[in-house]
């Protein structure tokens, strides 16, 4: 079953603006990633962080985290056409056999307007 | 450095045909491993993961099957493909102290 939920569905911004997508998820969490999905091609991690964390910055990318709401976001700054593409978050869970796997949501699709 | 590839890129099949799609990591012992099914437009469903070697779970019921024959080889199977089979596949591999996965290109994968 889907963990993580993200928000908008799709979302378009002109290049330069900045670009913000929500995440819920529903069960404790170890930690929560995002990741970017060109179309047709394999995921890319962007950034981890930790449910002890409330902030954490990777270039232009901002992601927060509340777990007291189950709830993440990530902020791109200064958009590009670069940046389109689909988002997703996700959470790690405990499995039966003692690791961790990792459940996606559905996604956000970004469109960046040059 | 670690890789993981995946392949094929694109396939292909008739309806009641066999399916094998084969998945390596290199750089790295004993992954954690996963099958991962993306329907047009949608997100990630965790099919099948693994913990070491012959060790398969499995998320959802379904015509597929997967196997870990080598600590760095993961397999995915069908005897018979059906229509609702179709759709993009992706490996992906997690160390285990660390869970950020590490996804192969995908296979697009169309029952026909």
């Known amino acids: 079953s889907q963990q993580g939920e993200e928000d908008p569905q799709a979302l378009s911004i002109q290049e330069g603006e900045n670009a913000t997508m929500n995440c819920s998820y529903k069960t404790s969490i170890n930690n929560l990633q995002w990741y970017r999905q060109n179309s047709g091609r394999g995921l890319v991690h962007l950034i981890l962080i930790r449910s002890n964390e409330r902030e954490k910055h990777s270039g232009r990318l901002r992601v927060t985290l509340d777990t007291s709401k189950k709830s993440s976001s990530l902020l791109i700054t200064a958009s590009r056409a670069a940046d389109t593409a689909s988002y997703f978050c996700?959470?790690?869970?405990?499995?039966?056999?003692?690791?961790?796997?990792?459940?996606f949501g559905k996604g956000t699709k970004l469109s960046v307007i040059p | 450095s670690q890789t993981i590839h995946q392949w094929p890129a694109t396939l292909v099949q008739p309806v009641g045909s066999p399916l094998s799609l084969e998945c390596t990591v290199e750089?790295?012992?004993?992954?954690?491993l996963y099958w991962y099914r993306q329907a047009a437009g949608r997100g990630l469903q965790l099919l099948f993961y693994s913990v070491g070697i012959g060790q398969i779970s499995s998320e959802v019921p379904q015509n597929l099957s997967a196997s870990r024959p080598q600590d760095r080889q993961f397999i995915l199977s069908s005897k018979k493909l059906l229509l609702s089979d179709s759709g993009f596949y992706l490996c992906?591999?997690?160390?285990?102290?660390?869970?950020?996965?590490?996804f192969g290109q995908g296979t697009r994968l169309t029952v026909v």
């Open positions: 996700a959470t790690d869970v405990l499995s039966g056999a003692g690791s961790y796997q990792l459940t």
């Open positions: 992906a591999w997690s160390s285990r102290r660390n869970t950020e996965a590490f």
């Open positions: 750089g790295t012992s004993n992954p954690n």
